[in-house]
Protein backbone atom coordinates (compact mmCIF):
# COMPACT_ATOMS: atom_id res chain seq x y z
CA UNK A 1 0.00 0.00 0.00
CA UNK A 2 2.68 2.59 0.49
CA UNK A 3 4.65 1.63 -2.57
CA UNK A 4 1.39 1.86 -4.52
CA UNK A 5 1.19 5.47 -2.77
CA UNK A 6 4.59 6.19 -3.43
CA UNK A 7 3.90 5.13 -7.42
CA UNK A 8 1.33 7.27 -7.77
CA UNK A 9 3.21 10.50 -6.15
CA UNK A 10 6.17 9.76 -8.52
CA UNK A 11 3.83 9.53 -11.41
CA UNK A 12 1.25 12.63 -10.74
CA UNK A 13 4.89 15.20 -9.39
CA UNK A 14 7.20 13.39 -12.16
CA UNK A 15 8.26 17.25 -13.16
CA UNK A 16 8.65 18.20 -9.67
CA UNK A 17 11.99 18.80 -7.27
CA UNK A 18 11.38 15.70 -5.13
CA UNK A 19 14.69 14.84 -2.72
CA UNK A 20 17.71 17.38 -2.36
CA UNK A 21 20.89 15.93 -0.83
CA UNK A 22 24.14 18.19 -0.62
CA UNK A 23 24.04 19.31 -4.38
CA UNK A 24 22.56 16.66 -5.61
CA UNK A 25 18.76 17.15 -6.75
CA UNK A 26 16.68 14.61 -7.79
CA UNK A 27 12.92 15.03 -9.74
CA UNK A 28 10.40 12.76 -8.66
CA UNK A 29 11.13 11.31 -12.38
CA UNK A 30 15.15 10.67 -11.03
CA UNK A 31 13.65 9.68 -7.78
CA UNK A 32 11.88 7.05 -9.65
CA UNK A 33 14.37 6.14 -11.57
CA UNK A 34 16.74 5.20 -8.68
CA UNK A 35 14.19 3.41 -6.70
CA UNK A 36 13.74 0.94 -9.49
CA UNK A 37 17.37 0.32 -10.22
CA UNK A 38 17.96 -0.14 -6.55
CA UNK A 39 14.86 -2.45 -5.90
CA UNK A 40 16.55 -4.96 -9.06
CA UNK A 41 19.53 -4.72 -6.77
CA UNK A 42 17.42 -5.67 -3.87
CA UNK A 43 16.16 -8.37 -5.65
CA UNK A 44 18.95 -9.77 -7.19
CA UNK A 45 20.84 -10.25 -3.62
CA UNK A 46 18.27 -10.98 -1.38
CA UNK A 47 15.19 -13.57 -0.63
CA UNK A 48 11.65 -12.76 -1.43
CA UNK A 49 10.44 -10.76 1.54
CA UNK A 50 13.79 -9.91 2.83
CA UNK A 51 14.17 -7.88 6.60
CA UNK A 52 15.97 -5.20 5.26
CA UNK A 53 17.43 -3.29 8.75
CA UNK A 54 18.18 0.33 7.81
CA UNK A 55 20.65 1.89 10.33
CA UNK A 56 21.69 4.74 8.50
CA UNK A 57 21.70 8.71 9.02
CA UNK A 58 19.88 10.95 6.84
CA UNK A 59 20.62 11.17 3.13
CA UNK A 60 19.28 10.29 -0.27
CA UNK A 61 20.04 6.99 -0.44
CA UNK A 62 17.87 6.09 2.76
CA UNK A 63 14.92 7.96 0.94
CA UNK A 64 16.04 5.56 -2.59
CA UNK A 65 16.46 2.23 -0.65
CA UNK A 66 13.46 2.37 1.74
CA UNK A 67 10.95 3.04 -1.35
CA UNK A 68 13.08 0.10 -3.17
CA UNK A 69 12.71 -2.37 -0.46
CA UNK A 70 8.90 -1.99 -0.59
CA UNK A 71 8.83 -2.23 -4.26
CA UNK A 72 10.95 -4.99 -4.27
CA UNK A 73 8.39 -6.86 -1.74
CA UNK A 74 10.85 -6.41 1.29
CA UNK A 75 10.02 -5.29 5.01
CA UNK A 76 12.29 -2.63 6.09
CA UNK A 77 12.73 -2.33 9.77
CA UNK A 78 13.82 1.34 10.10
CA UNK A 79 16.58 1.04 13.27
CA UNK A 80 18.44 3.73 15.10
CA UNK A 81 21.44 4.69 13.17
CA UNK A 82 22.81 4.85 17.03
CA UNK A 83 22.00 1.31 17.75
CA UNK A 84 25.21 -0.80 19.17
CA UNK A 85 26.43 -4.26 17.53
CA UNK A 86 24.17 -6.03 20.94
CA UNK A 87 21.04 -4.09 19.88
CA UNK A 88 21.55 -4.66 16.57
CA UNK A 89 21.87 -8.43 17.29
CA UNK A 90 18.92 -8.63 19.45
CA UNK A 91 16.69 -7.28 16.53
CA UNK A 92 18.18 -9.87 14.20
CA UNK A 93 17.47 -12.80 16.48
CA UNK A 94 13.93 -11.46 17.51
CA UNK A 95 13.05 -10.31 14.08
CA UNK A 96 15.11 -11.72 11.92
CA UNK A 97 17.51 -9.47 9.78
CA UNK A 98 18.23 -10.65 5.77
CA UNK A 99 20.59 -7.61 5.29
CA UNK A 100 21.53 -4.32 6.26
CA UNK A 101 21.52 -0.65 5.07
CA UNK A 102 24.56 0.79 6.62
CA UNK A 103 27.72 3.08 5.81
CA UNK A 104 30.61 1.37 3.87
CA UNK A 105 32.70 2.42 6.78
CA UNK A 106 30.78 1.02 9.65
CA UNK A 107 30.86 -2.58 8.48
CA UNK A 108 33.69 -3.21 9.86
CA UNK A 109 33.16 -1.43 13.18
CA UNK A 110 29.64 -3.59 13.83
CA UNK A 111 31.39 -6.94 13.63
CA UNK A 112 28.21 -8.58 12.33
CA UNK A 113 28.90 -11.63 10.19
CA UNK A 114 27.97 -10.61 7.15
CA UNK A 115 26.75 -13.22 4.51
CA UNK A 116 29.41 -12.34 1.61
CA UNK A 117 30.40 -8.94 0.72
CA UNK A 118 28.78 -6.17 1.17
CA UNK A 119 26.96 -4.89 -2.05
CA UNK A 120 28.41 -1.56 -3.18
CA UNK A 121 25.45 1.15 -3.27
CA UNK A 122 25.32 4.55 -4.23
CA UNK A 123 27.78 7.03 -2.46
CA UNK A 124 29.24 5.79 1.22
CA UNK A 125 26.17 3.46 1.32
CA UNK A 126 26.62 -0.67 1.62
CA UNK A 127 23.60 -3.45 1.82
CA UNK A 128 25.59 -5.60 3.92
CA UNK A 129 23.65 -9.45 3.32
CA UNK A 130 23.15 -11.04 6.72
CA UNK A 131 22.91 -15.01 7.27
CA UNK A 132 19.90 -16.32 9.50
CA UNK A 133 21.39 -18.29 11.93
CA UNK A 134 18.14 -19.47 13.73
CA UNK A 135 14.91 -18.63 12.59
CA UNK A 136 13.55 -15.51 14.63
CA UNK A 137 10.87 -16.47 17.42
CA UNK A 138 8.82 -13.92 16.13
CA UNK A 139 7.06 -13.51 12.47
CA UNK A 140 5.45 -9.97 11.13
CA UNK A 141 1.59 -9.98 10.79
CA UNK A 142 0.29 -10.24 7.17
CA UNK A 143 -0.20 -6.38 6.95
CA UNK A 144 3.21 -5.20 8.48
CA UNK A 145 4.78 -3.03 5.91
CA UNK A 146 7.32 -1.33 8.26
CA UNK A 147 8.66 -1.47 11.34
CA UNK A 148 10.29 1.24 13.48
CA UNK A 149 11.82 0.68 17.11
CA UNK A 150 11.34 2.15 20.83
CA UNK A 151 13.76 1.30 23.46
CA UNK A 152 13.41 -1.85 25.03
CA UNK A 153 14.76 -2.81 28.41
CA UNK A 154 18.65 -5.32 28.61
CA UNK A 155 19.42 -4.25 25.00
CA UNK A 156 16.41 -5.37 23.15
CA UNK A 157 14.49 -2.67 21.11
CA UNK A 158 11.02 -3.22 20.96
CA UNK A 159 10.19 -3.65 17.33
CA UNK A 160 6.58 -1.63 16.37
CA UNK A 161 4.86 -3.19 13.22
CA UNK A 162 2.88 -0.82 11.17
CA UNK A 163 0.69 -1.39 8.19
CA UNK A 164 0.36 0.33 5.25
CA UNK A 165 -2.75 1.71 5.95
CA UNK A 166 -1.33 3.03 8.85
CA UNK A 167 1.76 4.57 7.79
CA UNK A 168 -0.34 6.03 4.60
CA UNK A 169 -3.48 7.77 7.24
CA UNK A 170 -0.12 9.17 9.22
CA UNK A 171 1.03 11.04 6.17
CA UNK A 172 -2.11 11.85 4.47
CA UNK A 173 -3.74 13.02 8.13
CA UNK A 174 -0.17 15.08 8.61
CA UNK A 175 -0.54 16.92 4.90
CA UNK A 176 -4.44 17.65 6.21
CA UNK A 177 -3.95 18.68 9.22
CA UNK A 178 -0.95 20.84 8.63
CA UNK A 179 -1.98 22.52 5.45
CA UNK A 180 1.07 20.88 3.61
CA UNK A 181 1.03 21.85 -0.52
CA UNK A 182 3.65 21.03 -3.73
CA UNK A 183 5.30 24.47 -2.70
CA UNK A 184 6.71 22.83 0.41
CA UNK A 185 10.77 22.11 1.32
CA UNK A 186 10.80 20.51 3.88
CA UNK A 187 14.35 20.62 5.56
CA UNK A 188 14.03 17.33 8.19
CA UNK A 189 17.13 17.30 10.47
CA UNK A 190 15.38 14.39 12.92
CA UNK A 191 16.52 10.89 12.42
CA UNK A 192 14.43 9.25 9.59
CA UNK A 193 13.52 6.26 11.91
CA UNK A 194 12.25 8.43 14.47
CA UNK A 195 8.34 8.75 14.23
CA UNK A 196 9.10 13.10 13.69
CA UNK A 197 10.86 12.94 10.63
CA UNK A 198 9.02 9.30 9.58
CA UNK A 199 5.75 10.96 9.71
CA UNK A 200 6.29 14.38 9.20
CA UNK A 201 8.67 14.58 5.84
CA UNK A 202 8.94 11.12 4.13
CA UNK A 203 5.72 9.82 2.78
CA UNK A 204 3.72 12.99 3.47
CA UNK A 205 6.09 15.35 1.54
CA UNK A 206 5.78 13.22 -1.50
CA UNK A 207 2.10 12.77 -0.99
CA UNK A 208 1.79 16.63 -1.42
CA UNK A 209 4.24 16.63 -3.88
CA UNK A 210 6.95 18.46 -2.07
CA UNK A 211 10.34 18.90 -1.57
CA UNK A 212 12.45 16.82 1.20
CA UNK A 213 15.92 18.37 1.74
CA UNK A 214 18.77 16.74 3.96
CA UNK A 215 21.87 18.95 5.61
CA UNK A 216 25.04 17.35 5.02
CA UNK A 217 27.23 17.59 8.11
CA UNK A 218 26.32 18.60 12.06
CA UNK A 219 22.91 20.74 12.69
CA UNK A 220 24.94 23.84 13.36
CA UNK A 221 22.62 26.93 13.44
CA UNK A 222 24.75 29.05 10.59
CA UNK A 223 24.84 25.44 7.88
CA UNK A 224 21.22 25.51 8.80
CA UNK A 225 20.18 28.87 8.36
CA UNK A 226 22.20 28.75 5.17
CA UNK A 227 20.83 25.81 4.03
CA UNK A 228 17.33 27.68 4.27
CA UNK A 229 18.21 30.62 2.59
CA UNK A 230 19.72 28.72 -0.10
CA UNK A 231 17.39 26.16 -1.14
CA UNK A 232 13.88 28.02 -0.37
CA UNK A 233 13.49 26.08 2.42
CA UNK A 234 9.92 26.64 4.23
CA UNK A 235 9.09 23.71 7.09
CA UNK A 236 11.89 23.09 9.37
CA UNK A 237 11.71 19.78 11.20
CA UNK A 238 14.17 20.00 14.06
CA UNK A 239 14.59 19.53 17.93
CA UNK A 240 14.51 21.83 20.53
CA UNK A 241 18.12 21.89 21.34
CA UNK A 242 18.87 23.70 17.77
CA UNK A 243 15.94 26.37 18.10
CA UNK A 244 17.75 27.08 21.70
CA UNK A 245 21.02 27.35 19.56
CA UNK A 246 19.47 29.69 17.22
CA UNK A 247 18.37 32.11 19.66
CA UNK A 248 21.33 32.45 21.99
CA UNK A 249 23.87 35.25 21.38
CA UNK A 250 25.44 35.61 17.93
CA UNK A 251 22.77 33.60 16.12
CA UNK A 252 22.27 33.40 12.71
CA UNK A 253 20.34 36.74 10.84
CA UNK A 254 16.81 37.24 10.12
CA UNK A 255 16.84 37.71 6.81
CA UNK A 256 18.21 34.11 6.29
CA UNK A 257 15.09 32.63 7.66
CA UNK A 258 12.75 34.95 5.29
CA UNK A 259 11.45 31.94 3.64
CA UNK A 260 10.61 30.06 6.26
CA UNK A 261 7.15 29.26 6.87
CA UNK A 262 6.59 26.60 9.79
CA UNK A 263 9.21 25.49 12.79
CA UNK A 264 8.37 22.23 14.03
CA UNK A 265 10.19 21.04 17.02
CA UNK A 266 9.70 17.14 18.94
CA UNK A 267 11.29 14.80 20.34
CA UNK A 268 11.54 16.80 24.00
CA UNK A 269 9.36 19.25 25.83
CA UNK A 270 10.47 22.96 24.14
CA UNK A 271 10.83 25.39 27.03
CA UNK A 272 8.53 28.10 26.63
CA UNK A 273 11.04 30.83 26.35
CA UNK A 274 13.05 29.32 23.44
CA UNK A 275 9.86 29.54 21.67
CA UNK A 276 9.27 33.50 22.80
CA UNK A 277 12.85 34.59 21.58
CA UNK A 278 12.50 32.24 18.37
CA UNK A 279 9.63 34.06 17.48
CA UNK A 280 11.10 37.70 18.55
CA UNK A 281 14.06 37.19 16.55
CA UNK A 282 12.90 35.53 13.62
CA UNK A 283 9.05 36.06 13.52
CA UNK A 284 7.97 32.23 13.40
CA UNK A 285 6.09 30.48 15.49
CA UNK A 286 7.31 27.14 16.53
CA UNK A 287 4.74 24.42 16.46
CA UNK A 288 5.77 21.83 19.59
CA UNK A 289 4.12 18.36 17.94
CA UNK A 290 3.29 16.11 19.71
CA UNK A 291 3.28 12.41 18.72
CA UNK A 292 4.34 8.77 20.36
CA UNK A 293 5.67 5.94 18.33
CA UNK A 294 3.02 3.69 18.77
CA UNK A 295 0.47 5.91 17.92
CA UNK A 296 1.78 8.64 15.44
CA UNK A 297 1.88 12.03 15.02
CA UNK A 298 -1.45 13.17 17.42
CA UNK A 299 -1.48 16.78 17.71
CA UNK A 300 -0.44 20.58 15.45
CA UNK A 301 -1.25 24.03 16.66
CA UNK A 302 -2.52 25.38 13.26
CA UNK A 303 -3.16 29.24 14.93
CA UNK A 304 0.06 31.26 14.64
CA UNK A 305 -0.38 32.84 17.45
CA UNK A 306 -1.58 30.39 20.05
CA UNK A 307 1.55 30.04 22.36
CA UNK A 308 0.58 27.25 24.82
CA UNK A 309 -0.09 23.76 24.61
CA UNK A 310 0.73 21.40 21.98
CA UNK A 311 -1.72 22.32 19.30
CA UNK A 312 -5.43 20.58 18.60
CA UNK A 313 -5.47 16.96 17.69
CA UNK A 314 -4.51 16.01 13.58
CA UNK A 315 -7.57 14.67 11.21
CA UNK A 316 -7.89 11.01 12.39
CA UNK A 317 -6.76 11.12 15.97
CA UNK A 318 -8.70 11.52 18.89
CA UNK A 319 -7.83 12.30 22.19
CA UNK A 320 -9.20 11.48 25.83
CA UNK A 321 -8.07 12.18 29.39
CA UNK A 322 -8.62 9.51 32.01
CA UNK A 323 -9.56 10.35 35.58
CA UNK A 324 -7.55 11.67 37.33
CA UNK A 325 -5.45 8.02 39.10
CA UNK A 326 -5.17 8.24 43.09
CA UNK A 327 -1.79 8.23 42.69
CA UNK A 328 -1.23 11.39 41.12
CA UNK A 329 -3.06 14.39 43.79
CA UNK A 330 -0.07 16.52 42.27
CA UNK A 331 -2.02 16.75 39.18
CA UNK A 332 -3.69 20.21 38.16
CA UNK A 333 -7.15 19.95 37.35
CA UNK A 334 -8.59 18.26 34.79
CA UNK A 335 -5.81 16.43 33.87
CA UNK A 336 -5.29 12.69 34.10
CA UNK A 337 -3.92 10.01 31.38
CA UNK A 338 -3.82 11.10 27.72
CA UNK A 339 -5.76 8.05 25.71
CA UNK A 340 -5.11 8.64 22.36
CA UNK A 341 -6.94 6.83 18.85
CA UNK A 342 -5.66 7.41 15.60
CA UNK A 343 -5.65 5.31 12.40
CA UNK A 344 -2.09 5.17 12.07
CA UNK A 345 -1.94 3.21 15.07
CA UNK A 346 0.58 0.67 15.21
CA UNK A 347 -0.35 -2.98 15.25
CA UNK A 348 1.76 -4.71 17.53
CA UNK A 349 5.15 -5.15 19.12
CA UNK A 350 6.62 -7.97 16.75
CA UNK A 351 8.86 -9.14 19.67
CA UNK A 352 7.08 -8.61 23.16
CA UNK A 353 3.38 -10.49 21.71
CA UNK A 354 0.75 -8.71 23.87
CA UNK A 355 2.43 -6.09 25.15
CA UNK A 356 1.01 -3.04 22.75
CA UNK A 357 -2.54 -4.60 23.60
CA UNK A 358 -2.48 -5.06 26.63
CA UNK A 359 -1.93 -0.85 26.38
CA UNK A 360 -4.92 -0.42 24.16
CA UNK A 361 -8.81 -0.49 26.07
CA UNK A 362 -11.27 -1.84 25.03
CA UNK A 363 -12.43 1.56 23.00
CA UNK A 364 -8.97 1.29 21.09
CA UNK A 365 -7.70 3.94 22.98
CA UNK A 366 -3.79 4.07 23.34
CA UNK A 367 -2.82 4.77 27.12
CA UNK A 368 0.11 6.62 26.32
CA UNK A 369 1.63 6.63 30.01
CA UNK A 370 1.71 11.08 29.65
CA UNK A 371 -0.17 12.85 31.79
CA UNK A 372 -2.27 16.03 30.36
CA UNK A 373 -5.36 17.93 29.85
CA UNK A 374 -7.45 19.74 27.18
CA UNK A 375 -7.73 23.63 27.66
CA UNK A 376 -9.82 25.16 24.55
CA UNK A 377 -9.33 21.87 22.79
CA UNK A 378 -5.50 21.80 22.92
CA UNK A 379 -3.30 19.30 24.57
CA UNK A 380 -1.25 20.38 27.52
CA UNK A 381 0.71 17.76 29.10
CA UNK A 382 1.69 17.97 32.85
CA UNK A 383 4.19 14.73 33.40
CA UNK A 384 4.45 10.83 32.77
CA UNK A 385 2.58 8.29 34.54
CA UNK A 386 5.31 5.35 33.81
CA UNK A 387 9.04 5.51 35.32
CA UNK A 388 10.80 5.92 31.40
CA UNK A 389 13.19 8.83 31.26
CA UNK A 390 12.95 10.58 27.97
CA UNK A 391 16.26 11.96 26.67
CA UNK A 392 15.72 13.89 23.46
CA UNK A 393 12.86 11.90 22.44
CA UNK A 394 14.12 9.04 23.58
CA UNK A 395 12.56 6.66 25.98
CA UNK A 396 14.99 4.77 28.22
CA UNK A 397 14.42 2.21 30.76
CA UNK A 398 16.00 3.13 34.09
CA UNK A 399 16.10 -0.47 34.97
CA UNK A 400 18.29 -1.25 31.91
CA UNK A 401 21.34 0.94 32.93
CA UNK A 402 20.92 0.12 36.89
CA UNK A 403 21.43 -3.30 35.71
CA UNK A 404 24.48 -2.80 33.82
CA UNK A 405 26.40 -0.63 36.30
CA UNK A 406 25.18 -3.38 39.38
CA UNK A 407 26.85 -6.03 37.18
CA UNK A 408 30.36 -4.06 37.79
CA UNK A 409 32.71 -5.15 40.04
CA UNK A 410 32.77 -2.50 43.39
CA UNK A 411 29.57 -1.44 42.96
CA UNK A 412 26.78 -2.02 45.60
CA UNK A 413 23.86 -0.04 44.62
CA UNK A 414 22.62 2.23 41.95
CA UNK A 415 19.81 4.10 41.27
CA UNK A 416 19.23 6.18 37.88
CA UNK A 417 16.74 8.99 37.36
CA UNK A 418 15.71 11.72 35.08
CA UNK A 419 17.41 14.88 35.63
CA UNK A 420 18.52 18.02 33.74
CA UNK A 421 22.05 19.52 33.12
CA UNK A 422 22.48 23.40 33.40
CA UNK A 423 20.84 23.67 29.42
CA UNK A 424 18.38 22.39 30.53
CA UNK A 425 18.51 19.23 28.61
CA UNK A 426 17.18 16.15 29.96
CA UNK A 427 19.49 13.63 31.24
CA UNK A 428 19.78 10.32 32.73
CA UNK A 429 20.97 11.02 36.36
CA UNK A 430 22.98 8.01 37.34
CA UNK A 431 23.84 7.87 41.69
CA UNK A 432 26.61 4.88 42.66
CA UNK A 433 27.30 3.77 46.27
CA UNK A 434 30.47 2.24 45.97
CA UNK A 435 30.81 -2.14 47.56
CA UNK A 436 33.63 -1.35 48.92
CA UNK A 437 33.40 2.30 50.15
CA UNK A 438 37.23 2.45 51.28
CA UNK A 439 38.11 1.80 47.96
CA UNK A 440 35.77 4.64 46.57
CA UNK A 441 38.51 6.19 44.42
CA UNK A 442 38.84 3.08 42.49
CA UNK A 443 35.05 3.27 40.99
CA UNK A 444 35.40 6.36 39.39
CA UNK A 445 33.05 8.05 36.81
CA UNK A 446 35.68 7.19 33.57
CA UNK A 447 35.57 3.82 34.62
CA UNK A 448 31.25 3.86 35.09
CA UNK A 449 30.50 5.86 31.77
CA UNK A 450 33.53 3.68 29.88
CA UNK A 451 31.44 0.21 30.99
CA UNK A 452 28.32 2.04 30.00
CA UNK A 453 29.17 3.02 26.56
CA UNK A 454 30.68 -0.48 26.07
CA UNK A 455 26.91 -1.92 26.66
CA UNK A 456 24.77 1.09 25.87
CA UNK A 457 23.26 2.99 23.27
CA UNK A 458 25.36 6.41 23.65
CA UNK A 459 21.88 8.15 23.67
CA UNK A 460 21.72 5.97 27.13
CA UNK A 461 24.62 6.22 28.44
CA UNK A 462 23.83 8.52 32.05
CA UNK A 463 24.95 12.17 31.87
CA UNK A 464 25.05 12.72 35.28
CA UNK A 465 27.00 10.05 38.05
CA UNK A 466 27.42 11.01 41.51
CA UNK A 467 28.33 8.78 44.15
CA UNK A 468 26.93 8.54 47.29
CA UNK A 469 27.07 6.37 50.72
CA UNK A 470 24.03 4.48 50.63
CA UNK A 471 20.46 5.28 48.35
CA UNK A 472 17.42 5.83 50.32
CA UNK A 473 14.48 3.48 49.98
CA UNK A 474 11.32 2.84 51.05
CA UNK A 475 10.51 -0.16 53.19
CA UNK A 476 9.49 -2.21 49.76
CA UNK A 477 12.92 -1.37 48.71
CA UNK A 478 11.63 1.81 46.37
CA UNK A 479 14.46 4.57 45.86
CA UNK A 480 12.98 7.31 47.47
CA UNK A 481 14.30 9.65 44.62
CA UNK A 482 12.94 12.97 46.03
CA UNK A 483 14.62 12.39 49.36
CA UNK A 484 18.10 10.96 47.17
CA UNK A 485 17.48 14.84 44.81
CA UNK A 486 17.48 16.94 48.14
CA UNK A 487 20.75 15.22 49.57
CA UNK A 488 22.51 15.61 46.05
CA UNK A 489 21.65 18.97 45.95
CA UNK A 490 22.90 20.14 49.38
CA UNK A 491 25.84 18.09 49.39
CA UNK A 492 26.18 19.59 45.76
CA UNK B 1 50.81 32.66 18.88
CA UNK B 2 52.80 32.82 21.87
CA UNK B 3 52.70 30.40 25.34
CA UNK B 4 50.71 32.99 27.06
CA UNK B 5 48.21 33.22 24.17
CA UNK B 6 47.98 29.61 23.83
CA UNK B 7 47.03 28.97 27.32
CA UNK B 8 44.56 31.53 27.58
CA UNK B 9 43.11 30.09 24.29
CA UNK B 10 42.72 26.68 26.22
CA UNK B 11 41.00 28.54 28.80
CA UNK B 12 38.57 29.73 26.66
CA UNK B 13 38.25 26.27 25.34
CA UNK B 14 37.79 24.75 28.71
CA UNK B 15 34.72 27.07 29.43
CA UNK B 16 33.21 26.48 26.43
CA UNK B 17 33.23 22.67 26.77
CA UNK B 18 32.18 23.31 30.47
CA UNK B 19 28.75 25.26 28.64
CA UNK B 20 28.77 22.79 26.19
CA UNK B 21 28.44 20.40 28.33
CA UNK B 22 25.93 21.95 30.39
CA UNK B 23 27.78 21.56 33.78
CA UNK B 24 28.21 17.27 33.24
CA UNK B 25 31.53 17.97 33.42
CA UNK B 26 32.55 19.84 36.65
CA UNK B 27 35.24 22.44 35.93
CA UNK B 28 38.01 20.76 37.91
CA UNK B 29 37.45 17.62 35.81
CA UNK B 30 38.62 20.13 32.70
CA UNK B 31 41.77 21.15 34.44
CA UNK B 32 43.86 18.01 32.53
CA UNK B 33 44.09 19.95 28.74
CA UNK B 34 44.79 16.22 27.55
CA UNK B 35 42.06 14.45 28.86
CA UNK B 36 39.80 12.90 26.03
CA UNK B 37 36.47 14.79 26.86
CA UNK B 38 34.35 11.82 25.77
CA UNK B 39 35.59 9.73 29.04
CA UNK B 40 34.78 12.14 31.21
CA UNK B 41 30.87 12.87 29.77
CA UNK B 42 30.76 15.18 26.62
CA UNK B 43 28.16 13.13 24.63
CA UNK B 44 26.61 14.17 20.75
CA UNK B 45 24.56 16.89 22.48
CA UNK B 46 27.30 18.48 24.46
CA UNK B 47 29.39 18.08 20.94
CA UNK B 48 26.91 19.84 19.24
CA UNK B 49 26.79 23.09 21.24
CA UNK B 50 30.65 22.96 21.52
CA UNK B 51 30.91 23.44 17.54
CA UNK B 52 28.16 26.42 17.98
CA UNK B 53 30.32 27.87 20.64
CA UNK B 54 33.62 27.62 19.37
CA UNK B 55 32.48 28.80 15.75
CA UNK B 56 30.65 31.97 16.84
CA UNK B 57 34.05 32.62 20.01
CA UNK B 58 36.82 31.86 17.28
CA UNK B 59 34.91 32.18 13.83
CA UNK B 60 36.06 28.72 12.76
CA UNK B 61 32.87 26.99 10.92
CA UNK B 62 33.68 23.25 11.45
CA UNK B 63 32.54 20.73 8.94
CA UNK B 64 32.73 17.38 10.42
CA UNK B 65 31.81 15.73 6.81
CA UNK B 66 35.27 17.64 5.64
CA UNK B 67 37.61 16.16 8.36
CA UNK B 68 38.15 12.30 8.55
CA UNK B 69 39.50 12.15 11.66
CA UNK B 70 37.13 13.69 14.45
CA UNK B 71 40.16 13.07 17.21
CA UNK B 72 40.79 16.73 16.60
CA UNK B 73 37.95 17.08 19.21
CA UNK B 74 38.99 14.60 21.74
CA UNK B 75 41.00 16.87 24.18
CA UNK B 76 41.20 20.25 24.76
CA UNK B 77 45.13 20.94 23.66
CA UNK B 78 44.15 19.50 20.16
CA UNK B 79 40.95 21.26 20.02
CA UNK B 80 43.33 24.45 20.28
CA UNK B 81 45.78 22.79 17.47
CA UNK B 82 42.95 22.52 15.42
CA UNK B 83 42.13 26.54 16.14
CA UNK B 84 45.79 27.80 15.45
CA UNK B 85 45.81 25.81 12.47
CA UNK B 86 42.69 27.30 10.62
CA UNK B 87 43.20 30.98 11.97
CA UNK B 88 46.92 30.10 10.80
CA UNK B 89 45.02 29.18 7.28
CA UNK B 90 42.41 31.97 7.32
CA UNK B 91 45.34 34.67 7.86
Known amino acids: ????????????????????????????????????????????????????????????????????????????????????????????????????????????ALGLPGKGDPVPFDGDVAILPLSRLVEPPFRPRPETEVCRFTSGTTGRPKCLEFSGHAVVSAASNWVLGTGM??????????????????????????????????????????????????????????????????????????????GLKHAISAGAPLWPDVREEFRAAYGIDISDYYGIAETGPCTFERQAGHHTGLGEPLPGVEIRIAPPHPDSPEDPEGAGEVLVRTSSMASGYLNHPGMFEARVDADGFYHSGDRGRIVDGRLHLVGRTQDHINVAGRKIDPTEIVAVVTALDGVADAVAFPDEDLNREALVHLVVVAADRESTNELTKAAVVEACRSRLAPYKVPGRISFVDEIPRTGIGKPRIAVLREQLNTSA | MNDHELVAMKKRVQRLVYIAAGGKIKEEELGRWDIDLRTIGLDSLGYLNLLEGLERTFGVA??????????????????????????????
Not at chain 1, 216 to 229: D, N, Q, Y
Open chain 2, 62 to 91: IDLDQEEDHSFLHTIDNIVRYLVAQQGQAA
Open chain 1, 181 to 258: TGEDRTLCLAALSNGLAFNTSLLSTFLAGGELCFLKGSPLTRPVARRIAESGITRLVAFPTLYRNFVAPGGPDRAMMA
Open chain 1, 1 to 108: MIWNAMSDCLERHRWRRAVTGGAEVLTYEDLGGRIHTAAGLLRAHLPEGAHVGFCLGNRTEYVVLYFAALAAGCLPLLLDANFNTGEIEAIRSDCGLDALVIERTKVD
